[in-house]
């Protein structure tokens, strides 16, 4: 593959490679493995998730409900266990033995969810949708499906978002880092696409077993191909836990709270070898109450320059690590209420579906499920499109890119449209059911056709292409540098929160108001998107508040932007 093809067009030549470099590792010549292995991950995850409830349903008589906390369970794990698979890469192992190992406990999830779909005495037997005579699973059978399901969670959380993370440590440039998260989240998305819709239709009309089989067959694609470009890497080994280091400087700090700040440079510990560490100066002034934990005091380190004392005294670098964190909590915290809405209007907007007019000519009928394609492709042309034309012909004419952080502002906007927009349809769909006299019958179709939720649910998802890649980005360049794999898992982390915060603003809705009755046509589902339009809105302004203050802390970065974001 051409490397520059890779590349926005952008007039500039491509990271230096392995080849190109005189044995150099990293760099493009690592990106078809990367990517191919996302894409492997990706559609293994769609194809277990996405015809999830219904298996459960169909296939082990468990009812919608129980099904439905099933399917919340695993996609809580696959959300926010990457964390924890970052904090072991970032401490310990590094991401490439997290990603092979997870990887290999993920198809093992997997081939035992193909067990039970293809031998019959891991199943109860088949019955009839509605039945009271439904047999219950066993707790042999529960147990067998409770594992492969834990396994193949466990394994994807490992993963999905570790292989962002190796992928961009592939390249020295924020530059090409931002061209690679384009690239993964394009891949990722496009893949999620293909499985929910082919692989899910295998599982529904062809065979459970086959459609399984598929994702461990793509799974252990995606394992091939990472192992293969095993000798192209660049490896980042961890340096002892980043995580403890962090922890000392608050202890520290905490332990030499009545010393008296020196305003002397040489009076700081700048640790054994002052060559690795960016600050070998004075530490900053912001929260300078933590230079207390890098201030020296007499007897605390050896004649080499190390340290006797580490819970007692701290390197300038570890201090500065620590300001960092604290000052992307805000903007991170922004990430909650962004992700809270999308989730809620991924769920409803189903609903929505179901009670719309889905035929796509006279014999076929789009499945309610698949409404979530009218974000995902507009998604990926997004990401395609932002790529390859509009930023780098913006950068050619204003002479700096685009900043990540104007990039996830212009995404919270677009969803905030988006939801004002479906709030509008739902209003119409109300509308025509009142005319026809339909809110008197049960969960009656309205004859208003699905394709109006297409302009809401496309504006959505071009949001997404803004501000999904634009995060990571962001988090990537911005974290500590012993902390890459945590700043792309910490994206992954409010996601997985956001998804139960959506869950308990449709449970409050539904206790304090009558919006959300099991029959749309009955309640107000365009005040609910009101709602949680206003909410996005009062989030949007306290995300103007944090980015306006933030100031860019990656020096490349710095030195194309100016010290505001917005």
Same mark, same amino acid.
């Given at each position: 593959?051409?490397?520059?093809?890779?590349?926005?067009?952008?007039?500039?030549?491509?990271?230096?490679?392995?080849?190109?470099?005189?044995?150099?590792?990293?760099?493009?010549?690592?990106?078809?493995?990367?990517?191919?292995?996302?894409?492997?991950?990706?559609?293994?995850?769609?194809?277990?998730?996405?015809?999830?409830?219904?298996?459960?349903?169909?296939?082990?008589?468990?009812?919608?409900?129980?099904? =439905?906390?099933?399917?919340?369970?695993?996609?809580?794990?696959?959300? !926010?266990?990457?964390?924890? =698979?970052?904090?072991?890469?970032?401490?310990?192992?590094?991401?490439?033995?997290?990603?092979?190992?997870?990887?290999?406990?993920?198809?093992?999830?997997?081939?035992?969810?193909?067990?039970?779909?293809? !031998?019959?005495?891991?199943?109860?037997?088949?019955?009839?949708?509605?039945?009271?005579?439904?047999?219950?699973?066993?707790?042999?059978?529960?147990?067998?499906?409770?594992?492969?399901?834990?396994?193949?969670?466990?394994?994807?959380?490992?993963?999905?978002?570790?292989?962002?993370?190796?992928?961009?440590?592939?390249?020295?440039?924020?530059?090409?880092?931002? !061209?690679?998260?384009?690239?993964?989240?394009?891949?990722?998305?496009?893949?999620?696409?293909?499985?929910?819709?082919?692989?899910?239709?295998?599982?529904?009309?062809?065979?459970?077993?086959?459609?399984?089989?598929?994702?461990?067959?793509?799974?252990?694609?995606?394992?091939?191909?990472?192992?293969?470009?095993?000798?192209?890497?660049?490896?980042?080994?961890?340096?002892?836990?980043?995580?403890?280091?962090?922890?000392?400087?608050?202890?520290?700090?905490?332990?030499?709270?009545?010393?008296?700040?020196?305003?002397?440079?040489?009076?700081?510990?700048?640790?054994?070898?002052?060559?690795?560490?960016?600050?070998?100066?004075?530490?900053?002034?912001?929260?300078?109450?933590?230079?207390?934990?890098?201030?020296?005091?007499?007897?605390?380190?050896?004649?080499?320059?190390?340290?006797?004392?580490?819970?007692?005294?701290?390197?300038?670098?570890?201090?500065?690590?620590?300001?960092?964190?604290?000052?992307?909590?805000?903007?991170?915290?922004?990430?909650?209420?962004?992700?809270?809405?999308?989730?809620?209007?991924?769920?409803?907007?189903?609903?929505?579906?179901?009670?719309?007019?889905?035929?796509?000519?006279?014999?076929?009928?789009?499945?309610?499920?698949?409404?979530?394609?009218?974000?995902?492709?507009?998604?990926?042309?997004?990401?395609?499109?932002?790529?390859?034309?509009?930023?780098?012909?913006?950068?050619?004419?204003?002479?700096?890119?685009?900043?990540?952080?104007?990039?996830?502002?212009?995404?919270?906007?677009?969803?905030?449209?988006?939801?004002?927009?479906?709030?509008?349809?739902?209003?119409?769909?109300?509308?025509?059911?009142?005319?026809?006299?339909?809110?008197?019958?049960?969960?009656?179709?309205?004859?208003?056709?699905?394709?109006?939720?297409?302009?809401?649910?496309?504006?959505?998802?071009?949001?997404?292409?803004?501000?999904?890649?634009?995060?990571?980005?962001?988090?990537?360049?911005?974290?500590?540098?012993?902390?890459?794999?945590?700043?792309?898992?910490?994206?992954?982390?409010?996601?997985?929160?956001?998804?139960?915060?959506?869950?308990?603003?449709?449970?409050?809705?539904?206790?304090?108001?009558?919006?959300?009755?099991?029959?749309?046509?009955?309640?107000?589902?365009?005040?609910?998107?009101?709602?949680?339009?206003?909410?996005?809105?009062?989030?949007?302004?306290?995300?103007?508040?944090?980015?306006?203050?933030?100031?860019?802390?990656?020096?490349?970065?710095?030195?194309?932007?100016?010290?505001?974001?917005?």
């Amino acid at each position: 593959m051409d490397r520059t093809v890779l590349n926005s067009a952008n007039g500039e030549d491509p990271e230096p490679t392995s080849i190109s470099s005189g044995g150099k590792k990293g760099g493009w010549t690592t990106f078809p493995f990367t990517i191919a292995t996302v894409a492997g991950i990706a559609l293994a995850f769609g194809g277990l998730t996405g015809n999830l409830i219904v298996y459960l349903i169909q296939e082990f008589n468990i009812r919608s409900i129980s099904a =439905a906390k099933i399917f919340n369970v695993v996609n809580g794990c696959t959300t !926010i266990l990457p964390i924890a =698979a970052a904090i072991i890469a970032d401490s310990f192992t590094g991401c490439y033995s997290v990603i092979w190992i997870s990887s290999l406990i993920s198809s093992l999830g997997l081939l035992i969810i193909v067990l039970t779909a293809a !031998i019959s005495k891991l199943r109860p037997p088949h019955c009839e949708n509605g039945s009271n005579l439904c047999k219950y699973p066993s707790e042999v059978q529960l147990a067998v499906l409770y594992i492969g399901l834990a396994l193949g969670s466990i394994g994807m959380a490992g993963t999905r978002f570790t292989i962002g993370s190796m992928g961009a440590n592939q390249f020295d440039k924020p530059k090409h880092q931002g !061209i690679f998260f384009n690239w993964y989240i394009f891949t990722m998305y496009m893949a999620t696409g293909i499985s929910s819709t082919l692989i899910v239709y295998i599982e529904n009309s062809v065979s459970w077993t086959l459609g399984f089989g598929i994702c461990v067959a793509a799974n252990i694609f995606a394992l091939a191909i990472f192992l293969a470009g095993s000798g192209f890497y660049h490896h980042l080994k961890p340096q002892g836990s980043p995580f403890v280091r962090l922890a000392r400087v608050i202890v520290a700090s905490f332990r030499k709270r009545k010393m008296v700040l020196s305003l002397k440079s040489e009076d700081y510990f700048q640790g054994p070898d002052t060559a690795d560490y960016k600050v070998t100066t004075f530490p900053s002034k912001f929260f300078k109450f933590l230079n207390r934990a890098a201030l020296r005091a007499e007897g605390e380190t050896e004649p080499d320059g190390s340290t006797r004392q580490p819970w007692k005294l701290c390197t300038v670098q570890d201090v500065e690590d620590f300001k960092r964190i604290i000052k992307i909590f805000p903007l991170w915290s922004t990430g909650f209420f962004l992700s809270t809405p999308l989730v809620i209007l991924g769920s409803l907007s189903v609903l929505q579906a179901l009670a719309m007019d889905r035929h796509l000519g006279p014999h076929f009928q789009i499945p309610a499920g698949s409404v979530f394609l009218f974000t995902l492709m507009p998604t990926c042309f997004t990401v395609f499109l932002l790529d390859r034309f509009l930023f780098p012909l913006g950068e050619k004419f204003t002479g700096h890119p685009v900043r990540p952080l104007q990039r996830v502002g212009i995404g919270h906007l677009l969803d905030i449209v988006g939801l004002a927009v479906l709030a509008l349809v739902e209003a119409k769909r109300l509308k025509i059911a009142r005319l026809h006299d339909l809110q008197g019958q049960d969960n009656a179709v309205v004859p208003m056709s699905v394709f109006w939720l297409v302009p809401p649910l496309a504006i959505a998802g071009i949001g997404e292409a803004f501000f999904f890649p634009g995060q990571i980005d962001f988090y990537y360049q911005e974290f500590p540098a012993s902390l890459k794999s945590t700043s792309t898992a910490a994206v992954a982390l409010y996601m997985g929160i956001a998804y139960y915060l959506g869950n308990a603003v449709i449970d409050l809705v539904r206790r304090t108001r009558g919006w959300l009755p099991d029959d749309l046509n009955k309640g107000r589902l365009d005040n609910v998107y009101w709602l949680v339009c206003v909410l996005a809105g009062l989030n949007f302004c306290y995300y103007l508040v944090c980015s306006y203050f933030y100031k860019y802390q990656n020096v490349e970065t710095v030195k194309v932007t100016d010290e505001s974001t917005v």
